[in-house]
């Protein structure tokens, strides 16, 4: 079938584009923006016109019968209210249009619904041929069930999310997995790694998910806030795409564009940039720079280095390592100690070439702008560093290299 979506590069999208911002000027500047592709677009036939011309794709919402698991209080029963003979009907009535990449068939399902979704999901590709069917999970702080499966007021269907993840895989064909996490609205706590941990938690259900069954991994992150005094930083912006892409995320879709839910997004309710607009711009160019070479490879393992105290990643059941060695890198760590995350990466043309996304993980917060040197030594295979300012040279002494990476950003070793 014909998808329009590029799925070989790394895709950036955002969430929400209102009426008061479809102008000329407004959808020239998502693309400026680095925006690849609108989720929660009307059917607007003028909008999408725009959008084909500057080469924005849209998930439009409203074309096919809606679906939010909300509360949960609604759990359990899509299959009676959006039987499968309303997509049959939807789609007679759908005029297709080239800036429509997605048919978005609904948000944060319960797993008491995925049997029925699973069905939802191929007979949307089916009716829809150009399109793919878009589905968004529930975050791991979602609601579980108290008691047995049959409890429908919760909002997960599931005892655990990793329950949850593991039935949306058994019972939903999408080869991709897409769930929201807003690692900053959980605390406003400079002191507190609540936020982050969960994140890193999640990150690894969904990542062991995707590699098991050859998923693509797909997550949402936020650049408003849920505090109306709060504006979320450029760091905080990066270091969020940045460990999102050592668990090996291929799409990061940005919450909100314009208004949707909270505050400060990166258009006001006149259509007009606010700051949020250039720190987003600066971090998807950052993205779409190491974007090539990051998608030649796919991740099989995140390893967390340097991590303890109240840097430990609490409950996320994965190994914590003064320095990793993978057979090809050795010694990778910070040279002050600092946490690292590891995303151990290898060639998809088959060619047995390794690499690692690395990201400096020592200030969640971005408060203290650290730099520290990473330092690592090979068996020999010349190295790479990629990084969105282009290559390094990284400084060679007693059969170690070593470069600067300030935290909350990233850099791809390459072994040649």
């Not at 929400?16 to 677009?41: N, S, T």
């Not at 429509?100 to 619904?113: N, Q």
């Not at 050859?214 to 504006?231: D, F, H, K, T, Y």
Request: negative net charge; charged residues 20%.
């Amino acid at each position: 079938m014909n998808k329009r979506m590029d799925r070989s590069r790394l895709n950036v999208g955002a969430y929400i584009l209102q009426p008061y911002a479809r102008g000329e000027r407004q959808i020239r500047g998502i693309k400026e923006c680095g925006v690849d592709f609108i989720v929660c677009m009307g059917n607007d036939r003028d909008a999408l016109d725009l959008f084909a011309k500057y080469g924005v794709g849209a998930v439009v919402s409203g074309v096919v019968p809606g679906w939010w698991g909300g509360d949960g209080a609604n759990a359990g029963q899509m299959a009676q209210r959006n039987p499968l003979e309303k997509y049959a009907e939807a789609a007679e009535q759908f005029t297709d249009h080239p800036a429509i990449w997605g048919i978005d068939v609904g948000d944060e399902p319960s797993a008491l619904d995925f049997p029925h979704y699973g069905r939802v999901a191929a007979e949307t590709e089916r009716l829809f041929p150009n399109q793919f069917a878009y589905l968004n999970l529930y975050p791991n702080y979602a609601s579980v069930a108290q008691n047995t499966a049959q409890q429908t007021v919760n909002q997960l269907g599931t005892t655990t999310y990793e329950e949850h993840i593991r039935q949306y895989c058994e019972y939903v064909g999408l080869d991709y997995l897409c769930y929201d996490f807003y690692m900053y609205s959980l605390t406003a706590d400079r002191n507190s790694f609540l936020g982050v941990n969960r994140a890193y938690e999640n990150l690894r259900v969904v990542a062991d998910a995707c590699r098991a069954t050859g998923r693509s991994m797909w997550i949402v992150l936020q650049v408003n806030s849920n505090r109306p005094e709060e504006w979320i930083s450029v760091d905080r912006l990066r270091f969020q795409a940045n460990t999102a892409l050592a668990f090996g995320a291929e799409v990061i879709t940005w919450a909100c564009y314009t208004a949707g839910w909270w505050h400060n997004q990166v258009l006001d309710d006149k259509g007009e940039k606010t700051e949020q607009y250039d720190k987003l711009k600066t971090v998807n160019a950052e993205l779409h720079a190491i974007g090539p070479e990051y998608m030649k490879y796919r991740t099989v393992s995140t390893h967390f280095i340097g991590f303890d105290g109240k840097y430990e990643p609490a409950g996320v059941g994965a190994e914590v390592k003064d320095a990793l060695n993978t057979g090809v890198f050795f010694g990778v760590r910070m040279t002050d100690g600092a946490p690292l995350l590891a995303g151990q990466m290898a060639a998809r043309d088959g060619s047995g070439k390794q690499a690692l996304y690395l990201c400096s993980a020592g200030d969640p917060w971005g408060e203290n702008g650290t730099d520290s040197a990473v330092e690592f030594s090979t068996n020999g295979a010349d190295v790479r560093v990629i990084t969105p300012d282009g290559e390094l040279a990284p400084e060679t002494a007693d059969g170690k290299f070593r470069f600067r990476l300030r935290s909350g950003c990233g850099a791809l070793l390459v072994a040649e």
